[in-house]
């Protein structure tokens, strides 16, 4: 590269996805979250391949795949052996908190549909729990403590005006 052409830098990667509203906690906890719950889809996958019925055999690999893949897009520096990871994680952190809820969150009924057991369902409940918890931070913050409680009361004062202004406009019509 030469004088004029920069590279972008790592501090306006993280300052693009810093600025979308999300606590450093609400992410830390997140990612936390769906770590545990691959690892256990991961682990509830192993016995559930432990069966004579070939749909729970394929269902319990599912589960094995979409944990490690839910593993890999949140914690790549669990799967650093792979020559791949790094635009994987590129990617999953481009990801909106919605779309990762449906990433996670709809995978897992799949094995849930093949094989209904005790184990295939508590690691579908794991990974449908990780992308719940993306789910619910896609809705976003709650309005302040007074708002609320205005709109509880019904003294919504934004309402009532546009209330009022679509009133008049079909009065004058």
Known sequence: MGQGQSSPSISTVSNSTA???????????????????????????LFSCITVTPLCLVAG???????????????????QFMDFIQPVSRFSERRTPFQKALIY?????????????????LGCALLFASG?????????????????????????????????????SASVQ
């Open 19 to 45: 600025d979308d509203g999300i606590a450093w906690w609400c992410k830390i906890g997140a990612r936390g979250a769906c770590v545990a719950g691959g690892l256990g889809a991961m682990v509830t996958g």
């Open 61 to 79: 690999v599912l589960l094995i795949l979409i944990g490690f893949s839910v593993v890999m897009l949140e914690a790549p520096c669990c799967c």
């Open 105 to 121: 969150g709809l995978p897992a009924l799949v094995p849930l549909m093949l094989c209904f057991s005790v184990t295939t369902a």
């Open 132 to 168: 719940g918890v993306y789910g619910i931070i896609a809705l976003g913050k709650k309005a302040e403590r007074d708002v609320m409680m205005s709109r509880a009361r019904g003294d919504d004062l934004e309402m009532k005006e546009t209330l009022m202004a679509n009133e008049e």
